[in-house]
């Protein structure tokens, strides 16, 4: 049976001017308004600019397919600066160009092999924590995804596991972050200056670049004292690579951004989506019993291989939808180059182009039935269809996600561990409330109740 999960509902009108700054404050999906849902093409008129959202599915490719004609916003730029400083998330042009050949190699299936079985030892120590709560009670679930996917990229990336301490102070910093800088970029888009917001998220961003960097130095100084040369972990692909353009590598400075922005990119993605898998779930105890089916069939009790991800459709397709209803990354923003009509709309050099996941995933003539949760639709023509052109959980073209691999082995682990393991319970009375800051989450947390099988 699939059902409809929460989310805000939207506005009937439009809102005014003042009324958008007020709904946005604390999320930006609570601006939305009913036709943003089904609309090809809106436009937000702000003093000095106006934003334009784009929802036509062939227009999202032409713009997400060429990075030259349609770079990133510096409004991306200037909320995200202060975590991940000049990282291959924000830069454009060459700059972005000679990041992006120098990280991907560091993603390349050959690696991703090696880190499976880091990827399942942290898995290990998540169960172990789960069983101390697996007796029915009422659990909040976000830390521990956000502490078993902060953990993985530790290991991961820079070969350390991450003490529950450190786990908690990176957790607390990152929502602080999260608040002030989704704060600091409405100011900006309103024109105001955005003193506070901007000074908290740099406090906030600023903890966590220090645990960071300090590994980061340490491993250069192994690097160059000739030691540490048998790890085999990302940030080790990442120093030894060569820009076969220039020449030359990542110097420390520009490691630390990558780092971070790995870091930030590649855990609070996948906590998130992995949040709300669980909440999903919890929902429909029949899905749980088809999981289980598919995972005793192809693993039984012995330790998951990285073969399997690919023999679990049905976990694959409770995280894919899972990603459609909740797309961590709510939005993206691009500008164009140059003026020009997008549609009917004249859209002048330099305007924010919005691309929504969120929107184009609940699209109502672009898929059937989008605010239900129905993992099933993947295997059907109209699911094969909607998916083809209007699915973009991790972008599309020569921007798209680096780690989407990389977060789908993680995510099917994950689920496919807990729900061998455990039953996952409805919480009666929790209803999460959607919101939409640097990625979605619940306001409200996720609470589902656990029990050891
Ligand atoms: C469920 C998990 C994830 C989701 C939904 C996700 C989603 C996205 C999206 C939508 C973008 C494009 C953003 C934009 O165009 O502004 C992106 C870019 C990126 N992601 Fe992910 N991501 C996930 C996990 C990861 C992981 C695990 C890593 C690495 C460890 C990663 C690394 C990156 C990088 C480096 C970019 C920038 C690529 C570029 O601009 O060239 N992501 N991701």
Redesign the pocket.
């Given at each position: 049976m699939n059902f409809q999960p929460p989310y805000p509902r939207p506005h009937v009108r439009k809102s005014s001017f003042l009324l958008r700054f007020l709904r946005g404050w604390n999320s930006w999906i609570d601006v939305l308004f009913e036709r943003s849902y089904s609309m090809k093409m809106g436009k937000i008129s702000q003093p000095g600019m106006d934003i334009f959202m784009v929802n036509d599915a062939d227009w999202v490719r032409r713009i997400l397919g060429d990075a030259h004609a349609y770079p990133?916003h510096k409004l991306?730029h200037r909320m995200l600066e202060p975590l991940l400083g000049t990282s291959?998330?924000t830069t454009n042009g060459d700059l972005?160009e000679r990041q992006?050949r120098l990280?991907e190699p560091a993603f390349a299936q050959a690696r991703l092999r090696l880190v499976f079985a880091l990827m399942a030892d942290s898995v290990a120590g998540m169960t172990q924590r789960l069983d101390e709560v697996a007796d029915g009670r009422s659990y909040e679930v976000d830390g521990e995804m956000t502490y078993v996917t902060a953990d993985i990229?530790f290991r991961t990336i820079l070969s350390e596991t991450l003490e529950e301490s450190a786990a908690k102070e990176i957790y607390d910093a990152f929502l602080e972050f999260q608040h002030h800088a989704q704060r600091a970029m409405i100011l900006m888009i309103y024109r105001l200056p955005p003193v506070y917001s901007a000074w908290a998220s740099k406090r906030a961003a600023k903890k966590i670049r220090s645990i960071l960097s300090g590994i980061i130095a340490r491993r250069m100084a192994e690097r160059d004292s000739g030691q540490g040369s048998a790890r085999q972990d990302i940030l080790a692909a990442m120093m030894d690579a060569v820009d076969p353009v220039s020449g030359d590598r990542f110097t420390y400075e520009e490691l630390v951004d990558q780092v971070c922005?790995?870091f930030l990119?590649?855990h609070e993605?996948?906590a998130s989506?992995l949040t709300w898998a669980l909440y999903l779930i919890s929902q429909c105890p029949h899905l749980q019993d088809q999981m289980l089916a598919e995972i005793q069939a192809a693993v039984g009790e012995r330790d998951f291989e990285l073969s399997d991800i690919k023999s679990l459709p049905t976990v694959g397709n409770v995280f894919r939808e899972t990603?459609r209803l909740y797309?961590?990354?709510g939005f993206?923003v691009r500008e164009a180059a140059q003026t020009q009509c997008i549609r009917d709309k004249s859209v002048k050099e330099g305007s924010p182009i919005l691309i929504s996941p969120w929107l184009l995933h609940r699209h109502r003539t672009l898929w059937e039935r989008p605010d239900e949760f129905d993992p099933d639709r993947f295997d059907t023509p109209a699911g094969k269809e909607s998916s083809k052109c209007a699915y973009i959980?991790?972008?599309k073209g020569p921007?798209v996600?680096?780690?989407?691999a990389?977060?789908t082995q993680e995510?099917v682990l994950i689920l496919a561990s807990i729900v061998r393991r455990y039953r996952v319970e409805a919480d009666p009375g929790h209803v999460p409330k959607v919101v939409g800051r640097v990625t979605i989450r619940s306001g409200n947390g996720v609470r589902v109740r656990l029990q050891r099988r």
């Amino acid at each position: 049976m699939n059902f409809q999960p929460p989310y805000p509902r939207p506005h009937v009108r439009k809102s005014s001017f003042l009324l958008r700054f007020l709904r946005g404050w604390n999320s930006w999906i609570d601006v939305l308004f009913e036709r943003s849902y089904s609309m090809k093409m809106g436009k937000i008129s702000q003093p000095g600019m106006d934003i334009f959202m784009v929802n036509d599915a062939d227009w999202v490719r032409r713009i997400l397919g060429d990075a030259h004609a349609y770079p990133k916003h510096k409004l991306m730029h200037r909320m995200l600066e202060p975590l991940l400083g000049t990282s291959i998330f924000t830069t454009n042009g060459d700059l972005w160009e000679r990041q992006r050949r120098l990280v991907e190699p560091a993603f390349a299936q050959a690696r991703l092999r090696l880190v499976f079985a880091l990827m399942a030892d942290s898995v290990a120590g998540m169960t172990q924590r789960l069983d101390e709560v697996a007796d029915g009670r009422s659990y909040e679930v976000d830390g521990e995804m956000t502490y078993v996917t902060a953990d993985i990229i530790f290991r991961t990336i820079l070969s350390e596991t991450l003490e529950e301490s450190a786990a908690k102070e990176i957790y607390d910093a990152f929502l602080e972050f999260q608040h002030h800088a989704q704060r600091a970029m409405i100011l900006m888009i309103y024109r105001l200056p955005p003193v506070y917001s901007a000074w908290a998220s740099k406090r906030a961003a600023k903890k966590i670049r220090s645990i960071l960097s300090g590994i980061i130095a340490r491993r250069m100084a192994e690097r160059d004292s000739g030691q540490g040369s048998a790890r085999q972990d990302i940030l080790a692909a990442m120093m030894d690579a060569v820009d076969p353009v220039s020449g030359d590598r990542f110097t420390y400075e520009e490691l630390v951004d990558q780092v971070c922005m790995l870091f930030l990119a590649g855990h609070e993605t996948s906590a998130s989506a992995l949040t709300w898998a669980l909440y999903l779930i919890s929902q429909c105890p029949h899905l749980q019993d088809q999981m289980l089916a598919e995972i005793q069939a192809a693993v039984g009790e012995r330790d998951f291989e990285l073969s399997d991800i690919k023999s679990l459709p049905t976990v694959g397709n409770v995280f894919r939808e899972t990603l459609r209803l909740y797309p961590p990354v709510g939005f993206f923003v691009r500008e164009a180059a140059q003026t020009q009509c997008i549609r009917d709309k004249s859209v002048k050099e330099g305007s924010p182009i919005l691309i929504s996941p969120w929107l184009l995933h609940r699209h109502r003539t672009l898929w059937e039935r989008p605010d239900e949760f129905d993992p099933d639709r993947f295997d059907t023509p109209a699911g094969k269809e909607s998916s083809k052109c209007a699915y973009i959980p991790f972008s599309k073209g020569p921007r798209v996600c680096i780690g989407a691999a990389y977060a789908t082995q993680e995510a099917v682990l994950i689920l496919a561990s807990i729900v061998r393991r455990y039953r996952v319970e409805a919480d009666p009375g929790h209803v999460p409330k959607v919101v939409g800051r640097v990625t979605i989450r619940s306001g409200n947390g996720v609470r589902v109740r656990l029990q050891r099988r």
